[in-house]
């Protein structure tokens, strides 16, 4: 093994995730960290909501410039902010604003930084848009999940399809010019044509982005309680990885890039601060619930209001140092794979390369080149069968992997769209096995 | 330490069902002889490997000496010989209670008399043995003393009107025990004049010095500097050390007649110095080895096969190691051609066989795939040639074939009344012959059945624990082999057929069988891309068939920033379990489908 320091250039942090953890009630597949405040509470209206924010301002005031071992004198001002949720659409323009001047003041927000906000149909009107975009927030990700309405009312949504429409227009006459819908495949009582209805529908409305999620029924959420994975009224298998080829065709065909698993945009309009993840480079997360990602630790807050309060109060007491733990060069390696792998430009070995030296390179090579498809002479396993689609391909210097023998550390391995996206974890887990290995 | 004259010599073994409490009370005798000190002391001192503290079982005996001075002013050296508690291991049993005078009689005040305690208690009879009754755990609130006096008193007629009512945990009765082991149990006869000849009651290996021997003195006197003899496997060895057991070794000049110690003499494998062997002195050897000698045989075989095939030679020397230490152990290699290279192993029985498994993975660092067990078949081919078959996919084909016997065991269960009814229902189903059924005291009942062999190498006893919510204990034995309608079951995936899940059953049970088995391969091969048929057939003719639905999708949909984590540690699992599957043609199959068959419902 080669020594540990100094194996991946030091990157500054430039992104900052801000959880907003509101919403009017809990979507029936939703686990992330929440406070439901009830269907007329906003903002501006509601104590718990103030107080949050006024912990956030603390935690944001305590946090240390982190350079990430960059010491070149020079500024790294915030080049994304990412308000996410929960739903952030229930903060008052002002409250938007002061946390906006808090990273302002504290760490420098770019000119042409992306500024994105989560906002959820049927929870701000023309005026908060007008303010969100005059606050500084450039960018809107709206969740709209499905135009069928009784889709969305099986999913424990608040909104209608009209309440989608008209959010829309509202973001229009608002002056938002890079617009990201969310849709969700696998949602109680979708059918296939509902599906490409919801797509077309989507397309018709001319975003400049739109994220497909295949829907997860994570435990203790209420559709494990209802549901089972497959079964009615849950599409089946076969027909949720049938959507998601058909998102991939539809919007494909329509002029978006199928960038990232769940991820397409027009060109130029990728989501910046998310590349940051699946890039693997550091990120700043404020707010309950928030993972930051910086000096190779991984900073989960607490998923409560009151035990993040109390995390905060730590936080100032200790000078913005916590004691979790560094993640290793190894599983950075695995941890890089796997989110790099989510994206069509794929990943290089170059880490891999300094962290596990040749072995690593061979091991991944038998690890995927089965996956390279029937043409890949080495394929043993899974055996080559005409109709088994290739998963992985690899290019080296540009060329294909059938005319290059051995991988190199600049081999850029990518999954192929839709296939190897669609059954991703087949890959990946057979790199880590490799890996795991050695 | 050992001018001990014969006549205060007392040699003693525990008889105690798992869990009445025999390890605590010996631990307890040694605190309080002061063999070993309270500071030295650890929980269940006897039972030296990890497997059997986890379980609280006794699997390999072990042996202690302790001076105790009794009320009658006489020092006392009494040497507890421990038995192993399990079925698999009747035979070290018996050459354990060969190498005493006297036994304790050790049951739970609250639980009665177990079968396995039974069987042990007629093999002590038949040695002639003195047995101490004692009651153990009479501090328990559901302690019933009177009770079990009387069905000891009833089941074997043994007097319990002197029983010691103890509490090992607690300390109640140690004295008393100490006192009727020197008062009760015979000294050993003195024979101090003749020729000598020790028993083997158990032999270990040690990685450096060789094999440690385990003994009783019978006869004569063994001295440090003598050469041994061992009878049946016919070796000689100049002697290195001899010793005592206190419990730890402690070497000695000589022992003589009565006394147990160990000696370790350069032994190279456990082979050759069996338990039941007779070691004599090659100088004035002994006429006649002891009596009792057996080579315990095994009765219950598997295939062995690395998950990884890289780590057959692993696997190998990790057997030939083991095999130093456990003559019953065999094996061979063996070749299929859905698994690889592996090996097909005998054992003494199930948990034997489970032991074994255990301790290759744990102690070597072994990733098995173990297939289901079998027992030795007799196939009578139509040439007229008998042949012996202990592994299914080997049966020959149908038409060679003139008939087929299988193994028969005789089984007795102790059960309170109210499981009878399930408890025969189970054994019904597993193709036993009623026998008897007697009532051993009021509420308390002993079945007996004569049930294949192969019945019960599957999850029989499991089964009865479970349908008699854990009252119930067996005990059985091999009584022969008889002919019966058997036939191969063949299991093929995706159209290849899997050697190690062929399995051999009655006819009438084979379409039962085949759907169960199938419906559960089904729900244990995970999806792969493409559909998977599988089927079970008799011969040509397929009598079940399912398939698996090829995987349509397997991707993390969302992943954001703080989902990292969460998200590799799920690959992460799945690609533990992932490790774990043996590719079988194109399909990869989970080590628990190789053990399908033996839990195919709950009630079979």
Same mark, same amino acid.
């Given at each position: 093994m080669r020594p540990l320091a100094n194996l991946f250039a030091p990157i500054p942090a430039t992104s900052a995730y801000i959880h907003i953890p509101f919403c009017r009630r809990r979507c029936y597949y939703c686990d992330f960290a929440v406070s439901v405040v009830g269907s007329t509470k906003r903002g501006d209206t509601s104590l718990t909501i103030s107080q949050y924010i006024d912990t956030l301002l603390t935690e944001i005031a305590a946090t240390p410039l982190e350079n990430d071992g960059v010491n070149d004198g020079a500024t790294y001002p915030l080049k994304t902010v990412f308000f996410g949720g929960g739903t952030p659409s229930l903060l008052a323009v002002p409250q938007v604003e002061t946390i906006l001047n808090a990273l302002q003041e504290r760490f420098g927000i770019a000119a042409d930084a992306e500024v994105s906000m989560e906002m959820d149909p049927a929870t701000f009107d023309l005026s908060h848009a007008q303010g969100y975009r005059s606050v500084g927030v450039n960018r809107v990700s709206l969740g709209v999940q499905d135009f069928y309405d009784e889709v969305l009312a099986a999913s424990g949504r608040f909104h209608r399809r009209a309440d989608i429409m008209r959010a829309v227009d509202c973001l229009q006459q608002a002056n938002f010019k890079n617009v990201s819908l969310d849709l969700m495949s696998g949602l109680p009582h979708q059918t296939l044509e509902t599906w490409q209805d919801s797509l077309q529908q989507a397309i018709a409305l001319n975003p400049t982005h739109i994220s497909q999620y295949d829907l997860i029924v994570e435990p203790q959420t209420a559709f494990a309680r209802y549901f089972t994975p497959g079964e009615a009224p849950l599409p089946s298998d076969d027909h949720t990885a049938q959507m998601y080829r058909m998102a991939q065709q539809t919007l494909t065909a329509s002029g978006y890039d199928h960038y990232e698993i769940c991820n397409y945009a027009k060109p130029g309009y990728q989501a910046q601060h998310n590349l940051t993840y699946w890039r693997s480079q550091p990120y700043y997360g404020f707010g309950m619930g928030a993972t930051s990602y910086l000096h190779s630790q991984r900073i989960d807050r607490p998923r409560t209001?009151?035990?993040?309060?109390?995390?905060?109060?730590?936080?100032?007491?200790?000078?913005?140092?916590?004691?979790?733990?560094?993640?290793?060069?190894?599983?950075?390696?695995?941890?890089?794979?796997?989110?790099?792998?989510?994206?069509?430009?794929?990943?290089?070995?170059?880490?891999?390369?300094?962290?596990?030296?040749?072995?690593?390179?061979?091991?991944?090579?038998?690890?995927?080149?089965?996956?390279?498809?029937?043409? =890949?002479?080495?394929?043993?396993?899974?055996?080559?069968?005409?109709?088994?689609? #290739?998963?992985?391909?690899?290019?080296?210097?540009?060329?294909?992997?059938?005319?290059?023998t051995n991988l190199r550390p600049n081999s850029r391995i990518q999954l192929t769209d839709p296939e190897g996206f669609v059954m991703s974890n087949q890959v990946i887990v057979d790199a880590f096995n490799a890996l795991e290995a050695l | 330490m050992t001018d001990v004259p014969v006549s205060r010599l007392r040699n003693f073994s525990?008889? +105690?069902?798992?869990?009445?409490?025999?390890?605590?009370?010996?631990?307890?005798?040694?605190?309080?002889?002061?063999?070993?000190?309270?500071?030295?002391?650890?929980?269940?001192?006897?039972?030296?490997?990890?497997?059997?503290?986890?379980?609280?079982?006794?699997?390999?005996?072990?042996?202690?000496?302790?001076?105790?001075?009794?009320?009658? *002013?006489?020092?006392? %050296?009494? =040497?507890?010989?421990?038995?192993?508690?399990?079925?698999? @291991?009747?035979?070290?049993?018996?050459? /354990?209670?060969?190498?005493?005078? !006297? +036994?304790?009689?050790?049951?739970?005040?609250?639980?009665? %008399?177990?079968?396995?305690?039974?069987?042990?208690?007629?093999? &002590?009879?038949? =040695?002639?043995?003195?047995?101490?009754?004692?009651? =153990?755990?009479?501090?328990?609130?559901?302690?019933?003393?009177?009770?079990?006096?009387?069905?000891?008193?009833?089941?074997?007629?043994?007097? $319990? /009107?002197?029983?010691?009512?103890?509490?090992?945990k607690e300390g109640i009765g140690i004295p008393e025990i100490l006192e009727a082991i020197t008062l009760l149990v015979p000294p050993p006869q003195d024979t101090t004049q003749a020729p000598a000849r020790a028993l083997i009651f158990d032999s270990y290996y040690d990685p450096y010095r060789g094999v440690i021997v385990y003994f009783r003195v019978t006869d004569g006197v063994i001295d440090q500097r003598d050469r041994i003899r061992l009878m049946a496997s016919g070796k000689e060895y100049d002697i290195d050390e001899l010793g005592v057991l206190s419990p730890n070794q402690v070497p000695v000049e000589a022992l003589h007649a009565g006394e147990v110690g160990y000696i370790s003499a350069s032994i190279k494998s456990v082979e050759d110095a069996r338990v039941g062997d007779t070691i004599t002195l090659v100088k004035e050897p002994a006429a006649e080895p002891l009596e009792g000698y057996v080579e315990a045989k095994p009765m219950v075989f598997c295939g062995l096969f690395p998950t990884d095939s890289d780590q057959y030679e692993d696997l190998?020397? +990790?057997?030939?190691?083991?095999?130093?230490?456990? &003559?019953?152990?065999?094996?061979?290699?063996?070749?299929? /051609?859905?698994?690889? @290279? *592996?090996?097909? $192993?005998? @054992?003494?029985?199930?948990?034997?066989?489970?032991?074994?498994?255990?301790?290759?993975?744990?102690?070597?660092?072994?990733?098995?795939?173990?297939?289901?067990?079998?027992?030795?078949?007799?196939?009578?081919?139509?040439?007229?040639?008998?042949?012996?078959?202990?592994?299914?996919?080997?049966?020959?084909?149908?038409?060679?074939?003139?008939?087929?016997?299988?193994?028969?065991?005789?089984?007795?269960?102790?059960?309170?009344?109210?499981?009878?009814?399930?408890?025969?229902?189970? $054994?019904?189903?597993?193709?036993?012959?009623?026998?008897?059924?007697?009532?051993?005291?009021? *509420?308390?009942?002993?079945?007996?059945?004569?049930?294949?062999?192969?019945?019960?190498?599957?999850?029989?006893?499991?089964?009865?624990?479970?349908?008699?919510? !854990?009252?119930?204990?067996?005990?059985?034995?091999?009584?022969?082999?008889?002919?019966?309608?058997?036939?191969?079951?063949?299991?093929?995936?995706?159209?290849?057929?899997?050697?190690?899940?062929?399995?051999?059953?009655?006819?009438?049970? &084979?379409?039962?069988?085949?759907?169960?088995?199938?419906?559960?391969?089904?729900?244990?091969?995970?999806?792969?891309? @493409?559909?998977?048929?599988?089927?079970?057939?008799?011969?040509?003719?397929?009598? +079940?068939?399912?398939?698996?639905? #090829?995987?349509?999708?397997? %991707?993390? &949909?969302?992943?954001?920033?703080?989902?990292?984590?969460?998200?590799?540690?799920?690959?992460?699992?799945?690609?533990?379990?992932?490790?774990?599957?043996?590719?079988?043609?194109?399909?990869?199959?989970?080590?628990?489908?190789?053990?399908?068959?033996?839990?195919?419902t709950p009630s079979s």
């Open positions: 209001q009151q035990t993040y309060h109390a995390w905060v109060d730590q936080f100032v007491a200790q000078k913005g140092k916590t004691n979790d733990p560094v993640i290793s060069v190894q599983e950075q390696v695995l941890e890089s794979l796997m989110v790099g792998l989510r994206l069509k430009e794929g990943i290089t070995l170059n880490e891999l390369y300094q962290v596990y030296g040749e072995p690593g390179l061979r091991a991944i090579e038998k690890a995927i080149l089965p996956w390279c498809g029937d043409a =890949n002479p080495q394929s043993s396993h899974p055996p080559r069968l005409p109709d088994r689609p #290739a998963l992985v391909h690899v290019q080296t210097d540009g060329q294909d992997y059938q005319t290059v | 525990i008889i +105690a069902h798992i869990d009445h409490g025999k390890s605590t009370l010996a631990d307890r005798l040694l605190q309080t002889t002061g063999t070993v000190s309270d500071r030295d002391m650890k929980a269940q001192f006897l039972d030296s490997m990890d497997i059997e503290r986890e379980r609280g079982i006794t699997i390999k005996l072990q042996a202690a000496r302790m001076n105790y001075t009794a009320q009658d *002013g006489e020092t006392y %050296v009494l =040497n507890l010989i421990d038995t192993p508690g399990h079925v698999d @291991f009747t035979y070290e049993v018996s050459r /354990s209670l060969a190498a005493c005078e !006297g +036994a304790l009689l050790v049951v739970d005040a609250s639980q009665g %008399v177990e079968a396995q305690t039974l069987a042990n208690v007629y093999l &002590a009879l038949e =040695n002639d043995l003195e047995i101490i009754p004692v009651l =153990n755990k009479v501090d328990l609130p559901g302690a019933d003393p009177e009770r079990v006096k009387a069905e000891i008193e009833e089941i074997i007629g043994l007097d $319990c /009107s002197n029983a010691i009512l103890a509490s090992a190998r020397e +990790a057997l030939d190691k083991l095999r130093l230490n456990d &003559a019953a152990l065999q094996y061979e290699p063996e070749t299929s /051609s859905a698994m690889g @290279f *592996g090996f097909r $192993c005998g @054992f003494l029985g199930l948990l034997h066989m489970e032991i074994v498994q255990e301790r290759l993975e744990r102690e070597y660092d072994l990733d098995l795939i173990t297939t289901a067990p079998s027992v030795i078949y007799r196939v009578t081919t139509i040439k007229g040639e008998v042949i012996e078959i202990d592994n299914p996919s080997m049966l020959p084909e149908p038409q060679q074939r003139e008939k087929i016997d299988e193994p028969y065991v005789k089984v007795d269960i102790i059960t309170p009344e109210e499981f009878v009814g399930t408890l025969m229902e189970l $054994c019904q189903k597993r193709r036993g012959d009623f026998k008897d059924m007697k009532y051993l005291t009021p *509420g308390r009942t002993t079945l007996t059945y004569e049930i294949p062999l192969a019945e019960i190498v599957t999850d029989f006893f499991d089964q009865m624990k479970s349908r008699s919510r !854990g009252y119930a204990s067996m005990e059985y034995n091999l009584i022969g082999y008889r002919t019966n309608a058997l036939v191969k079951l063949d299991v093929m995936i995706n159209g290849d057929k899997v050697d190690p899940l062929a399995a051999i059953v009655h006819k009438d049970k &084979a379409y039962y069988v085949g759907r169960a088995l199938t419906e559960k391969l089904k729900e244990l091969i995970p999806r792969h891309q @493409f559909k998977i048929p599988i089927q079970a057939s008799i011969g040509s003719r397929i009598i +079940a068939s399912e398939s698996i639905p #090829a995987l349509r999708k397997d %991707v993390l &949909a969302k992943c954001y920033g703080g989902d990292i984590s969460r998200k590799k540690k799920l690959l992460k699992k799945q690609a533990k379990g992932k490790k774990r599957l043996k590719s079988i043609g194109t399909v990869d199959v989970p080590q628990e489908a190789f053990m399908a068959v033996l839990k195919l």
